[in-house]
């Protein structure tokens, strides 16, 4: 998978660009606010249908503007995809893929799968559950499409509940509310099932890459996974868990949690509650591990879901690197280039010693790449 031109219109800080990047190795230099970082998030938000940053989509629109429009052209195995979105101050955005919309969004993830290894990507370990949620379900989706699909079927059955709660409290129509359970449940199981398939493929693939980041030959590292509403076994790689067995789960919960939810007008039991984590050599990563333990953790498993996706569809996905190298020292970032497979790569820095790899260079100033 490679982008081959990256155009955008009143995206972040560019009013207009056109950019057709080297098919291997790019590396954009500039100073702070010069807009690397703004690239990049357009790349990724082609893939993920989101940004990177975690910043919702008006932000994204040039300051004073109507709309941003991103549009990228990619390459797979000879095959094209032109991918556009419009994103409005007001009103919906609008998706196109090969001048269609979609089927399904998470297809997009699928199409031209993207892994951004970020500056702040200690908060994967260091922050509450809802960032090791997010990696989870955005690397599923890109590995397996209806993985998204459910995930997007959990959320709005999970809002409609909670609207109905906030609406009526404890007047809510207890039938509605059965319908809405039930929904909630149904798709909260596959959710479930989806993060702890994932989970399983990631062991071994996470102690192999910490070994060689953090310099260690036998340390282990393996997930683990908290849900109040459900017992969860061991994660073992191959595991093939019963979506329909964490569904029963979770309609079970909802019913026993019901008066606390009427009280509470909000939902206390599902995935969007969960905990999933990581431990080394036994110990709880968060809040046991030193913060180089914690940054060669994080590093493991962008490596990780790199590795996935390269073996998933059989070439490298397009790969993200937002200032990483200044985070690092030469034995991590050495340990990091040598684990990845080397497809096409956007490498974003201040400085142009600070990156130990080859490629193309690009000079980033005043919104024009050179």
Sequence with gaps: MRLVWLELNQFRSYEQLRFEPDQGINVLIGPNGAGKTNVLEAIGYLSLQKSFRRTPDSALIRVDAERAVARGGFEDAGSAVDIAVEIPAQGRRQVL?????????????????????????????????????????????????????????????????????????????????????????????????????????????????????????????????????????GIENGLAPDHEVYASALLRALE???????????????????????????????????????????LSLRIAAYQLLNDRHGRPPILLLDDVFSELDPGRAEGVTALLPHGQVFVTSARDDEVPEMGRRWRVAEGVLS
């Design 97 to 233: 893929v090969n001048g269609k919309r979609p089927g399904r969004l998470s297809d997009v993830a699928a199409t031209a799968p993207v892994v951004a290894f970020l500056p702040d990507d200690l908060d994967l370990v260091k922050r509450g559950p809802a960032l090791r949620r997010e990696f989870l379900d955005d690397l599923g989706a890109q590995l397996v499409p209806t993985v998204g699909a459910d995930l997007r079927e959990y959320e709005k059955s999970l809002r409609q509940r909670n609207t109905l709660l906030r609406q009526d409290g404890r007047n809510t129509d207890p039938m509605t509310l059965d319908v809405w359970d039930v929904r909630v449940a149904e798709a909260g199981g596959r959710v479930l099932a989806n993060r702890l398939r994932l989970l399983g493929r990631l062991i071994g693939r996470l102690t192999a890459a910490y070994r060689t980041v953090g310099g260690s030959s036998l340390e282990t590292l393996i997930p683990t996974y908290a849900a109040s509403w459900a017992e969860v076994g």
């Design 256 to 298: 026993e949690r019901r008066i606390r939810d009427l009280e509470m007008r909000s939902t206390s039991a599902g995935p969007h509650r969960d905990d999933p984590g990581y431990r080394l050599d036994g110990r709880d990563v968060r809040v046991q591990a030193s913060q180089g333990e914690q940054r060669s953790v994080a």
